[in-house]
């Protein structure tokens, strides 16, 4: 099965980022920006990459996610990421628009996605950031 890699970019707001894939490619309403590695590219510049083509966004990773995220046709690892900039600037062969949401809002869009194992995929990274997100949040209020 073939290895992907994607980021999870979610704002000092606790706002993530969507992606809404190119006339909904595989039955996908809204997903995260991930995607093959380039020949001598690391697993995370893979990621950083795959999010600045499909979202126009320059990000940081925070952390790796735990768990491999198993779509239709990958086995997928995702980063939690910080935006630094974002371009405007996206593949539009691959991505008709990007979008700020809600952790709630993120769950609605992506429930829309008629694709069960993506949707469920998407789903289960969307809990997993959040979740980690918070402990490290946790983490480090207790160590102030």
Do not use: C
């Amino acid at each position: 099965m073939k290895k992907s890699y994607g980021g999870v970019v979610i704002n000092q707001d606790a706002e993530v980022l969507l992606r809404e894939p190119k006339d909904h490619y595989d039955g996908y309403a809204w997903t995260f920006a991930k995607g093959e590695p380039s020949p001598g590219e690391s697993v995370q510049e893979s990621a950083l990459r795959e999010v600045l083509e499909e979202t126009g966004v320059t990000a940081r990773i925070v952390a790796e996610i735990p768990g491999v995220f198993r779509g239709s046709t990958s086995e997928n690892k995702y980063f939690i990421m910080l935006p630094i900039e974002d371009t405007k600037e996206f593949d539009q062969k691959e991505t008709q628009s990007v979008k700020w949401t809600t952790q709630g809002e993120a769950e609605e869009l992506i429930s829309k996605t008629t694709n069960p194992v993506g949707r469920i995929r998407d789903l289960k990274v969307l809990k997993a950031a959040f979740k980690l997100r918070e402990r490290q949040k946790a983490t480090r209020s207790k160590l102030e």
